[in-house]
């Protein structure tokens, strides 16, 4: 095949340059409901320069290109809509240096979340942003990733400090740097951090560390009602206390991971807490923690110190997405990743339930409290065409309803495939300022079409020359 | 005038539209050495509908416009190099809506800092980007502001949730929101906050609040040398203390301020710190604070937590600019503002000395340690071209220097006029997309032409008809 040759003799090295079945296939998808789609060249390049010639080569011949990470995207990010190259990142997962007295990391794309921390530990540092997968550090940046720990923490974005990337043209360049803070132009860093791979492939990334904190601590109390777990959880946020993580999953969430699981959690709406620093401060938050929920009509309330004990503690919330996934053996799961105004979250919560009741969709739902963004996690069958039409009305409804309070389509996930229709509703007005930048570094459009917007169809490669 | 009559025109107001020379005089200039240029016309508008109109007259007929706050620029982003229309936002100053539950304001971009922390008082928050003058949200969400409580609350790009804005073709655009975070679509938001009134006119601005901490404590410690009040920095900083503020005042910036306040603050380098939240956790950092500094050679240490002393005891580092501006009347002062990595700043800081007293230059130097930020304000003849000669010598080592170690040449004040040739030095690579954004959304550059990077100069728009 033409393409394979031509990357190939770019490569030099028939390892990394793959039309493998069973490559191609992992390189179709990702953990999503999204129809697949093969890539017709998997390339795993281990260096800037070879990025950069395979962006020039494929611009030259309008060939389009797709980053692949550790393949844990919930949007479709992943699959090549027009064939062409997967361009997967796992052989550049050096972590090129660690600075640990200015608290500064800076790593390949490839790395990932786990590797990371792992090698940070003896700096007595961690980097903070948790999505759940141990995703790439490339992947988390492309999407702009968070999770629990983003209360206290914030998103990738504000992590990031500076970037080296390659661009459709096989061009490199740098954005940001090694300083905490920058006034320095317009903030490029920023716009390619969530870009979902549509204007640059990252070759290096400066990311910012924190100090493992001296104490942990994890708490999980139960509520009557969603109501009463929602008011409880806005009225700890406004005691101004340094929350680590706070999570609400609800009843039926419960139900399904005690089927899943064969455990005894009660079934009822549930706070799941962290909080996390020196020791004299998490015991005086575990007070006034204890303090205020005795008035916000706590049912039950357990907390941990201990490390194994305080996972155990949060199992009912990390069994979550698992329990729906396992019970649906061969369907998709679809995620909705709307965020609302904090105040809006118990409100949003409830609706969401509803509907997907109404509509007989089987679905766990928790919240990222402290952020207002919360996930319902359905079992799809993608094979029947009336129950996709319903699961996107569902879909649409809890959209509509975050966007009516001024909430997002996605908080974390990133608009993919999925979301494109809702990005268009959201911000229609300020579409044709994204599509312009995208036009003007991605002139070909080679770089991941078809996500974030519709773009042109590329023909698939080889049947350009 | 041709331009005095169709402002009036669109406004339909006399008192809001103004050539009277004071006026177009304290338009001229913000707070530095730039040399200072006219506007044709002050507009004071009221509404974004008002706005939009000016913008669209403005377009079609190529008329420079350039948005004005409170004044307090330091790089000359409010000089209208090209005359043109100055753009005052002093009565667009409502807060629109406060939403305690949410820690979530709106305001009009006249708003000031002052004027918003006095609301939100009633509701226990404040808003906490402290830039040191009373600027507008409107000014510091254009430069990226940051300032003493950025350690801890970060800059403003990290607090505005979304913009209303009107563009160059007087079009309204709105982006982000009302959620604490989104993945939907390119980062217009950070990519407007920052850029310095070049891309669009913001008429509406949502900012994330915070909570006002229940106690607050002030340290100021002295040290032998710069290089062991940068030592204990890094380890106050590396003991992952929940530090609110972090300053370094040099020796001869506090002989500097003794001078100027007849005061008799001990000559030595001088670490300002404080910490905030409930009162154990306070106690617990003031007690590891004294206990790590003890080992830092520390010479004196004090500490207060009532609210008046606690200001006293930060006078001598508030004092520091006000010092070398009150010795040295008449004069212009040129302030740098390079952001270095956490462990280069005290080499920084004594490179900044040693250069500025080698040219025999009046200096005051302080620091942002938390964040590596810091400055060198000197007091310049304007009029003395060798003088200035040096002057700008000066300010290119020190960013040199800055640059050799992976900093910034602007951590909070944005490049304006004074800093496009560092830009130039720092981003080169990445100028042909800041450029390419520029062009795309302002075709005409009539929004704040010649600032952050050169432009073609617009003709004076009373010869244009």
Same mark, same amino acid.
């Given at each position: 095949?033409?393409?394979?040759?031509?990357?190939?003799?770019?490569?030099?090295?028939?390892?990394?340059?793959?039309?493998?079945?069973?490559?191609?296939?992992?390189?179709?998808?990702? &953990?999503?409901?999204?129809?697949?789609?093969?890539?017709?060249?998997?390339?795993?390049?281990?260096?800037?320069?070879?990025? @950069?010639?395979?962006?020039?080569?494929?611009?030259?011949?309008?060939?389009?290109?797709?980053?692949?990470? *550790?393949?844990?995207?919930?949007?479709?990010?992943?699959?090549?809509?027009?064939?062409?190259? @997967?361009?997967?990142?796992?052989?550049?997962?050096? &972590?090129?240096?660690?600075?640990? !007295?200015?608290?500064?990391?800076?790593?390949?794309?490839?790395? /990932?979340?786990?590797?990371?921390?792992?090698?940070?530990?003896?700096?007595?540092?961690?980097?903070?942003?948790?999505?759940?997968?141990?995703?790439?550090?490339?992947?988390?940046?492309?999407?702009?990733?968070?999770?629990?720990?983003?209360?206290?923490?914030?998103?990738?974005?504000?992590?990031?400090?500076?970037?080296?990337?390659?661009? +459709?043209?096989? @061009?490199?360049?740098?954005?940001?740097?090694?300083?905490? =803070?920058?006034?320095?132009?317009?903030?490029?860093?920023? %716009?390619?951090?969530?870009?979902?791979?549509?204007?640059?492939?990252?070759?290096?990334? &400066?990311?910012?560390?924190?100090?493992?904190?001296?104490?942990?601590? !994890?708490? #999980?109390?139960?509520?009557?009602?969603?109501?009463?777990?929602?008011?409880?959880?806005?009225?700890?946020?406004?005691?101004?206390?340094?929350?680590?993580?706070?999570?609400?999953?609800?009843?039926?969430?419960?139900?399904?991971?005690?089927?899943?699981?064969?455990?005894?959690?009660?079934?009822?709406?549930?706070?799941?807490?962290?909080?996390?620093?020196?020791?004299?401060?998490?015991?005086?938050?575990?007070?006034?923690?204890?303090?205020?929920?005795?008035?916000?009509?706590?049912? /039950?309330?357990?907390?941990?110190?201990?490390?194994?004990?305080?996972?155990?503690?949060?199992?009912?919330?990390?069994?979550?997405?698992? *329990?729906?996934?396992?019970?649906?053996?061969? #369907?998709?799961?679809?995620?909705?990743?709307?965020?609302?105004?904090?105040?809006?979250?118990?409100? +949003?919560?409830?609706?969401?339930? #509803?509907?997907?009741?109404?509509?007989?969709?089987?679905?766990?739902?928790?919240?990222?409290?402290?952020?207002?963004?919360?996930?319902?996690?359905?079992?799809?069958?993608?094979?029947?065409?009336?129950?996709?039409?319903?699961?996107?009305?569902?879909?649409?409804?809890?959209?509509?309803? +975050?966007?009516?309070?001024?909430?997002?389509?996605?908080?974390?996930?990133?608009?993919?495939?999925?979301?494109? =229709?809702?990005?268009?509703?959201?911000?229609?007005?300020?579409?044709?300022?994204?599509?312009?930048? =995208?036009?003007?570094?991605?002139?070909?459009?080679? %770089?991941?079409?078809?996500?974030?917007?519709?773009?042109?169809?590329?023909?698939?490669?080889?049947?350009?020359?």
């Amino acid at each position: 095949m033409w393409l394979y040759d031509e990357l190939l003799r770019i490569v030099g090295d028939a390892e990394r340059v793959s039309v493998n079945g069973a490559v191609l296939e992992q390189h179709s998808k990702g &953990i999503s409901y999204h129809s697949p789609r093969m890539p017709d060249v998997v390339v795993f390049p281990v260096s800037k320069e070879e990025v @950069s010639r395979i962006m020039r080569f494929a611009n030259e011949n309008k060939v389009a290109v797709v980053p692949f990470g *550790a393949g844990s995207s919930l949007e479709g990010h992943i699959i090549p809509l027009n064939g062409g190259i @997967s361009l997967d990142f796992t052989l550049m997962n050096e &972590i090129i240096s660690v600075r640990p !007295d200015d608290f500064i990391v800076t790593v390949q794309p490839g790395v /990932t979340r786990n590797q990371l921390n792992q090698a940070l530990k003896k700096y007595g540092l961690f980097f903070p942003v948790d999505p759940g997968a141990d995703a790439t550090i490339g992947g988390m940046t492309a999407t702009n990733a968070s999770g629990t720990n983003t209360v206290k923490y914030g998103v990738m974005r504000d992590q990031v400090l500076g970037l080296e990337l390659v661009l +459709a043209d096989g @061009s490199s360049i740098r954005t940001g740097g090694y300083s905490y =803070k920058s006034s320095a132009g317009y903030n490029l860093t920023g %716009l390619f951090v969530g870009s979902e791979g549509t204007l640059g492939v990252f070759t290096e990334i &400066i990311l910012k560390l924190q100090g493992i904190p001296e104490t942990t601590i !994890d708490i #999980k109390a139960t509520f009557p009602s969603i109501e009463a777990a929602g008011i409880a959880a806005t009225v700890l946020l406004k005691a101004g206390l340094p929350i680590g993580k706070i999570e609400l999953v609800d009843q039926k969430t419960i139900q399904a991971v005690n089927a899943f699981k064969n455990t005894s959690y009660r079934e009822e709406p549930t706070l799941f807490m962290e909080f996390s620093g020196s020791e004299p401060e998490v015991t005086n938050s575990l007070e006034i923690v204890q303090e205020i929920i005795k008035d916000e009509q706590c049912v /039950t309330f357990e907390f941990e110190n201990d490390s194994i004990k305080r996972a155990q503690l949060w199992e009912a919330r990390h069994q979550a997405a698992l *329990a729906i996934i396992a019970a649906n053996p061969g #369907k998709g799961h679809m995620v909705t990743d709307v965020c609302v105004p904090l105040s809006e979250l118990s409100d +949003a919560l409830q609706y969401t339930r #509803k509907i997907v009741d109404q509509y007989g969709i089987d679905a766990v739902i928790f919240g990222h409290v402290g952020d207002g963004n919360y996930h319902a996690v359905f079992s799809v069958d993608t094979q029947d065409e009336e129950h996709m039409k319903q699961v996107e009305e569902v879909h649409t409804q809890i959209v509509q309803y +975050a966007l009516s309070k001024g909430g997002t389509c996605t908080g974390e996930h990133g608009i993919g495939l999925g979301k494109k =229709k809702f990005l268009q509703e959201e911000h229609g007005d300020t579409l044709s300022i994204m599509k312009g930048i =995208k036009t003007m570094v991605d002139p070909n459009n080679i %770089l991941n079409p078809g996500k974030i917007f519709d773009n042109v169809p590329l023909s698939a490669p080889f049947e350009l020359k």
